[in-house]
């Protein structure tokens, strides 16, 4: 069984541009999250969608968001790109109950120059 | 204000040993926990979980402890081997609360010494 797929593995864009991030889940899997891990500041919760609907948010500003497709894929966006966006971006998936074991993919690394 | 602590950056256990990695929270709304395992430049690999209304859950050389009233648990690796080598994430949610993703501690780095 595939696991969570995310492309592209790494991504460079320059302060001010926009980053698209994209993410696959298990097959059956309704629920993705999305996560951002910058250096030195651990896992952070940035979205969550269910059955495309955005469910939650962490503590982001606007810029960030996304959107679940009908296949249960899912974008993140990431617009007015600043030097501090630079990290990895997580996208886990899990069957759409609350609680259930999130299952990680490979992570994007997003640069901004 | 971290939720989810895990106070030690590194641990090194010698190889067949008992790894033990700490982790500590202070929302008593959590009451799932889980364990993740992640090698540079992968994505996180879940390891083991425990629910709150549990204090122990094993599965092969991975048990977690679970201390509700001390806000506390530990996960112990018996033995510890040398692809045990990895940073180790404790989460934590609480599924009653409307729910959010998952809180996680910032890792501890486990080293296992031949």
């Known amino acids: 069984e595939a696991g969570v797929t995310q492309s592209p593995t790494h991504l460079i864009k320059t302060r001010g541009q926009q980053a698209t991030l994209r993410c696959s889940p298990i097959s059956g899997h309704t629920s993705v999250y999305w996560y951002q891990q910058a250096l030195g500041l651990g896992l952070q919760f940035l979205l969550w969608?269910?059955?495309?609907?955005?469910?939650n948010r962490g503590n982001f500003p606007p810029r960030f968001s996304g959107r679940q497709f009908p296949n249960y894929s899912s974008e993140l966006n990431v617009n007015a790109l600043e030097l501090e966006d630079s990290a990895l971006y997580l996208c886990?998936?899990?069957?759409?109950?609350?609680?259930?074991?999130?299952?990680f993919g490979p992570g994007t690394r997003l640069l901004v120059l | 204000d971290q939720q989810v602590k895990q106070n030690s950056p590194s641990l090194s256990v010698q190889e067949g040993r008992i790894s033990i990695l700490n982790c500590d929270y202070t929302n008593s709304m959590f009451d799932y926990f889980l364990w993740y395992k992640k090698y540079p430049a992968e994505g996180p690999t879940f390891l083991i979980s425990i629910s709150s209304i549990k204090d122990k859950n094993e599965d092969g050389r991975f048990t977690v402890f679970l201390n509700k009233s001390a806000k506390h648990l530990s996960l112990h690796i018996v033995p510890s081997q040398p692809g045990d080598s990895a940073v180790y994430f404790c989460a934590a949610i609480a599924r009653g609360g409307g729910a959010d993703g998952l809180t996680f501690g910032k890792g501890t780095h486990l080293i296992i010494q031949p």
């Open positions: 886990a998936s899990s069957l759409g109950v609350v609680g259930e074991t999130q299952y």
């Open positions: 969608y269910d059955e495309g609907e955005e469910r």
